[in-house]
């Protein structure tokens, strides 16, 4: 098993940016592609980003491309997503998620393993 954990979640302005980060314990972290979901009120989760486990190669959703950016620090068992110019939009609980299985660069929820409890991003106007 392996335990996330999220912070670096707050208030801030559109425009703004954010880093979040996901700290993993347990199980060797380098077995599991990481990616971050989010969640609006009464909306479905919906995925973010994801990174290979060794090469660290990722993948996004076209609503963030080119503003988030997913990192992973395999020595500090830290996954990380940097959030630019952000927008109200982007308002939602983010969730970090690790996945130890044989898709490549899984975007569903439903394929992933361990969940951490998020953390509240709010994007003022």
């Known amino acids: 098993q392996v335990q996330l954990r999220e912070s670096g979640g707050g208030l801030v302005q559109a425009g703004g940016s954010l880093r979040l980060s996901c700290a993993a314990s347990g199980r060797t972290f380098t077995e599991y592609t990481m990616a971050w979901f989010r969640q609006a009120p009464g909306k479905e989760r919906m995925f973010v980003a994801t990174i290979s486990p060794i090469a660290g190669n990722t993948y996004y959703a076209d609503s963030v491309k080119g503003r988030f950016t997913i990192s992973r620090d395999n020595a500090k068992n830290t996954v990380y997503l940097q959030m630019n110019s952000l927008k109200p939009e982007d308002t939602a609980v983010y969730y970090c998620?690790?996945?130890?299985?044989?898709?490549?660069?899984?975007?569903?929820?439903?394929?992933?393993?361990?969940w951490g409890q998020g953390t509240q991003v709010t994007v003022s106007s």
């Open positions: 998620a690790a996945y130890a299985g044989p898709y490549t660069l899984p975007t569903s929820y439903k394929v992933y393993n361990y």
